[in-house]
C-alpha cells in the first residue's frame, strides 16, 4: 500500500514494444497536490509511461499503485483505476458525432448512473470554468483547436478525477492558441490538483511544476526543481536537450 | 501601445462577377462554355430526344390499352408499340401473388401498419425516434405475421400478436403525446393520473399497468379476429419481394453489426467464427446458398420436420446479407481513429458503453452510402428466390409471358416491374441522401 498523500507510485516499470524496449526500471513518486513535468525528445518514453498509469498501455514488470489501488497489467480493475485519473489527448480526440455538452455528460450519465439534469449541471460548471459555457451545444468540430482542448479538459474534469494526465496538450495547437489551454491548466494547478504533465512548454514548467522530469532512451535521466532544472540542469544529456529547446 | 502605430482595416466584400452566378451563368458555364461544349450540348440533347422519343411512342403513343390477347395487339399495332391490356389482367398478381383475392385486404392493412409505425419517425417534434424505430423491427412481424399468415392461434400467439398491436398503440401513444404535449407518454400517463409528484417506484409501477392494461385491450382484439390461413406458397409478387427484402434487409443490419465486432474481438474463438461466417457466405454466390438452403437443409434436419419452403429463401437471404453488411460495417469501424478508442477507454466507459455510444453511431454514419447500397443491392437479389421456385415480382412478370392469352408477352411485364422497382430503390436512394444531409448538418467543419 502507499504511504499517506502518495497518490502514484510506480517501481521499476519495465514494458516493451515487441523486442522495442521502450521502459527502463523507470520508478516515481507523485504525492497529493504535486505537479509533474515530463520532458524529453521524442521517442524517449514520456507518452508511454503516462499512458501506462491509466492502462492504455499495459506494462510487463513492475508496479504501480493509483492512489492507493494496485493496477492490474491484465486489466482487471481498468476502470477502478480510470475513475480516479482523468487524461487529456494531444489531439483532444472529442467525440465529434456529440455536443460539447453531451461529451462531457456522457460518461457520468453512463459510467457513473447519474441523472441527465445533475451530469449536465456538473458539466456546465466545469464548463464555465474552462470558458466555453456558452458553446455548449455546438459540435466539437464547430471550435477552434484551443476551443477543443479547453472542452476536452472540461470532459476529463466531469468523472471527478483525483489525478489528471496531460499528453502533450498544446503541441497540436497554433500558436495563438496555447495559451487559452494553458491558462486553463494553470488554473486547475493553482486549485490544488494532482497533475503530470508531458508538455514542452518550458515556460509553464516554470510556473507551475513542483518536479520536472527528463526522460531518455526509456530511462529517467533527472529529476529536478524546475528552476534548477533549467539554470543548472546535471546531466550532459539533459544540458543537450535544453539547448535544442530553448 | 504606442500611437504611431497604423490601424489595419480589411478590405470590403466586393460581389461576385454577374456572369458566374445565376441561371444564366450557370447555362453559359457549364453548357456553352466554347465550341466543343457547345457541340457535346447539342449532341446530348439529339439522343434524349430521340431515346426519350422512342421510348413515349412505344409506351404511349402506338401502345394498345384494350385488348383480350396478345394476338389481338399484334395485329392492330405490330411490334411498334406495347401491349398492355395483358399487363393489366395480370397487375393484381403482380402485387398480391396468387393470395386469395377476398384476403388481400388484409396485405394492405398489414402494410399500412407498416407506414403507420414509421409515419412519427418523420414527426419533426417527436423525440424517442430510435425507440420507435426498434420496436418497429422487434414488434411489427408479430402483427404482421398474423395479417399475412392468419390461421388458428394459441394463446403464446395471441400474446405475442397483441404485443404487436401494443406497440403501434404504443408509438402512436408517444408520437401524439410528444408533439401535443412536449413529454414522453410515460410522463403524461403519471401527470393526467395525478401522480406527478409521486415517488420514481410508484410512477414505474403506474406506466407499467398502464401498458398492462393497453395489453389486455390488444389481446381482447386480437383474440375477435380470425383470419382464415393463406400457406405461404399463395404469396407472391410485389408483396413476396417486399416480405423477403423487408426481412432481410431488418435482419442484416444488427446481425451485420455483431459479426463485425465479432471480427475485431479479441476472443479468439468468437473472432474465428465471425471470420469463417463472413468469409463462408461472402465466398458463394447468393443463388448457390439459396440451393443448398432449399434442397440440402431438408436432408439435415430430423426426419418428420418440414420447414416451410418460404422460411428457407429468407434464411438464406438474411445470413447472405448478414455477411454482406458485416464487411461493410467493418470499414466503417475502422475509419474510426484511435484516438476515439482511447478517451472512451481513459474516461472508463465500458466496451458496450464505447461501442454503442461512442462507436457505431460515427461508424453507421459514415458507412450510409454503402448500407443503403447494399439494401437496395439486397432488395434486387431477391429476384433470385425466382429460382428455387418462389413467385417474387419477377418470376410473377415472367408467368404473364407463359399465359396462353398473352403468349410470348415479357418486354411489357419487365418494363412495368423495372419501373416498381426503380420507385422502390429510389425512394431509398433519395432517404439516405437526405439522412445524410440532416446528420452532417452543423455538425461538420
Redesign the interface.
Known amino acids: 500500500m502507499t504511504k499517506p498523500g502518495r497518490m502514484i507510485e510506480i517501481v521499476k516499470l519495465n514494458k516493451w514494444f515487441g523486442q522495442f524496449h521502450v521502459l527502463k526500471d523507470v520508478s516515481l513518486s507523485v504525492r497529493e497536490g504535486e505537479k509533474f513535468i515530463i520532458c524529453g525528445p521524442s521517442g524517449s518514453g514520456k507518452s508511454t509511461l503516462i499512458r501506462c498509469i491509466n492502462q492504455l498501455e499495459t506494462h510487463q514488470e513492475g508496479s504501480i499503485v493509483v492512489d492507493g489501488v494496485e493496477v492490474d497489467p491484465k486489466g482487471r480493475n481498468h476502470r477502478e483505476v480510470r475513475s480516479r485519473i482523468g487524461m487529456v489527448f494531444q489531439n483532444f480526440n472529442l467525440f465529434p458525432h456529440l455536443s460539447v455538452l453531451d461529451n462531457c455528460t456522457l460518461t457520468p450519465r453512463l459510467g457513473l448512473e447519474m441523472p441527465k439534469a445533475e451530469a449536465e449541471e456538473i458539466a456546465m460548471t466545469h464548463l464555465s470554468r474552462v470558458g466555453i459555457a456558452e458553446q455548449a451545444l455546438k459540435y466539437p468540430l464547430q471550435l477552434s483547436g484551443g476551443q477543443q482542448q479547453r472542452v476536452a479538459i472540461a470532459r476529463a474534469l466531469c468523472v471527478k478525477p483525483k489525478i489528471m494526465l496531460f499528453d502533450e496538450p498544446t503541441s497540436a495547437l497554433d500558436p495563438e492558441m496555447i495559451k487559452e489551454v494553458l491558462d486553463v491548466m494553470v488554473e486547475l494547478a493553482e486549485g490544488g490538483m494532482t497533475m503530470i504533465c508531458v508538455t514542452h512548454e518550458m515556460g509553464f514548467a516554470r510556473q507551475v511544476a513542483d518536479k520536472v522530469i527528463f526522460m531518455d532512451q526509456g530511462e529517467i535521466v533527472e529529476t529536478n526543481e524546475p528552476n534548477a532544472f533549467f539554470s543548472n540542469p546535471r546531466f550532459d544529456r539533459s544540458a543537450d536537450f535544453l539547448s535544442h529547446i530553448l | 501601445m504606442p500611437n504611431d502605430l497604423q490601424v489595419f482595416v480589411p478590405a470590403p466584400d466586393r460581389p461576385a462577377p454577374l456572369d458566374s452566378t445565376g441561371v444564366v451563368g450557370w447555362i453559359r458555364k457549364n453548357l456553352f462554355q466554347d465550341i466543343p461544349n457547345t457541340l457535346m450540348t447539342i449532341l446530348g440533347a439529339y439522343i434524349l430526344f430521340v431515346v426519350v422519343g422512342a421510348v413515349l411512342n412505344w409506351a404511349i403513343f402506338n401502345a394498345v390499352w384494350s385488348a383480350n390477347s396478345r394476338r389481338e395487339c399484334l395485329d392492330a399495332v405490330g411490334r411498334s408499340g406495347a401491349c398492355w391490356p395483358g399487363v393489366f389482367v395480370w397487375f393484381e398478381n403482380l402485387i398480391y401473388g396468387l393470395y386469395p383475392k377476398d384476403q388481400v385486404w388484409r396485405i394492405n392493412v398489414g402494410f399500412l401498419a407498416l407506414v403507420l409505425w414509421m409515419v412519427p419517425l418523420w414527426m419533426p417534434r417527436v423525440v424517442s425516434k430510435v425507440a420507435i424505430g426498434l420496436s418497429a423491427v422487434a414488434l411489427y412481424p408479430l402483427l404482421a405475421s398474423y395479417f399475412f399468415l392468419g390461421g388458428d392461434k394459441g394463446i403464446i400467439w395471441t400474446a405475442l400478436i397483441a404485443a404487436g398491436l401494443t406497440g403501434l398503440i404504443w408509438v402512436w401513444a408517444t408520437a401524439l403525446s410528444e408533439t401535443f404535449k412536449g413529454k414522453t407518454i410515460g410522463v403524461l400517463v403519471v401527470d393526467s393520473l395525478g401522480q406527478a409528484d409521486a415517488d420514481e417506484a410508484r410512477q414505474r409501477l403506474t406506466r407499467r399497468l398502464a401498458t398492462l392494461a393497453v395489453f389486455i385491450v390488444a389481446c381482447l382484439i386480437i383474440s375477435s379476429l380470425s383470419f382464415v390461413e393463406v400457406r405461404t406458397r399463395f404469396w407472391g409478387g410485389l408483396f413476396l419481394t417486399l416480405v423477403i427484402s423487408g426481412i432481410g434487409i431488418t435482419f442484416s443490419l444488427p446481425a451485420g453489426i455483431m459479426l463485425a465486432l465479432g471480427r475485431r474481438s479479441n476472443l479468439p474463438v468468437i473472432a474465428m467464427f465471425s471470420t469463417l461466417f463472413i468469409e463462408l457466405f461472402r465466398s458463394v454466390p447468393l443463388v448457390t446458398i439459396l440451393f443448398m438452403f432449399n434442397t440440402m437443409l431438408p436432408l439435415f434436419m430430423p426426419a418428420g420436420t418440414e420447414v416451410n419452403q418460404l422460411l428457407r429463401a429468407i434464411v438464406a437471404v438474411c445470413l447472405f446479407a448478414a455477411a454482406y453488411m458485416a464487411e461493410i460495417i467493418r470499414g466503417g469501424l475502422q475509419a474510426i ?1 484511435k ?2 478508442y ?9 466496451y458496450w ?1 464505447t461501442t454503442s ?2 462507436v457505431l ?2 461508424a453507421l ?1 459514415i458507412m450510409i452510402p454503402a448500407i443503403v447500397g447494399n439494401f437496395i443491392g439486397l432488395f434486387k437479389d431477391t429476384t433470385l428466390v425466382s429460382i428455387i421456385g418462389l413467385f417474387d415480382l419477377m418470376n410473377m412478370a415472367r408467368a404473364i409471358g407463359e399465359d396462353t392469352n398473352w403468349l410470348g408477352l415479357f418486354i411489357e411485364p419487365f418494363f412495368v416491374v423495372s419501373m416498381i422497382y426503380f420507385v422502390f430503390c429510389f425512394a431509398m436512394s433519395s432517404y439516405s441522401i437526405g439522412l445524410e444531409k440532416k446528420l452532417a448538418a ?4
Do not use: F, M, N
Request: net charge neutral; charged share 25%; no cysteine.
Open positions: 481513429p484516438g476515439q482511447e478517451a472512451a477507454d481513459a474516461l472508463g466507459l465500458t458503453q455510444q461512442v453511431p460515427q454514419k452543423g455538425r461538420d467543419r
